[in-house]
């Protein structure tokens, strides 16, 4: 009961994160061309490394990989840069430990539950990439 509540917590939290950036952009708090370029550059180095993540696991699978490592811990300093809270700077860490040691990961089945997909953070940052253009 505990994995499930914690998963929705999670998950839920995940989403809300991004629903606050779209309200955050609907009240022009990314006005200026600075926070529009920090918010750009979070999203899209967000994608990048969502890109290459898949590439890797459709062509070696589960294994280290210190590249998408860093990748993620990008997105996450560039996420700090522009501003993006309320759980994402966590998830973002998360990632790049998960590509640290994965094998790690993937035997607790549980903590794998609790991370959003690839493609659903591909969407959300889409959705978001969209309305600042």
């Known amino acids: ?6 998963k929705e917590i999670l998950v839920e939290s995940f989403k809300l994160v991004f629903e606050k950036v779209i309200n955050r952009i609907e009240k022009n708090y990314f006005n200026t ?4 370029i920090k918010l750009a550059e979070a999203l899209t ?5 969502i890109l ?3 590439k890797f696991i459709k062509n070696e699978g589960y294994i280290d990989n210190t590249e998408l490592s860093r990748l993620w811990h990008e997105a996450l ?4 840069a522009a501003e993006l809270k ?12 998960f590509w640290g040691e994965p094998q790690e990961w993937l035997d607790k089945k549980v903590s794998m539950e609790i991370v959003p997909k690839l493609n659903e953070l ?12």
């Open 1 to 6: 009961m505990v994995d499930i509540i914690g």
């Open 33 to 36: 061309s600075e926070k529009k």
């Open 45 to 49: 180095s967000i994608n990048q490394a």
């Open 52 to 54: 290459e993540t898949k």
């Open 77 to 80: 300093n560039k996420s700090i």
């Open 86 to 97: 309320d759980g994402l700077p966590e998830y973002l860490y998360h990632k790049a430990d």
């Open 122 to 133: 591909k969407k959300l940052c889409d959705n978001i990439l969209v309305r600042i253009v």
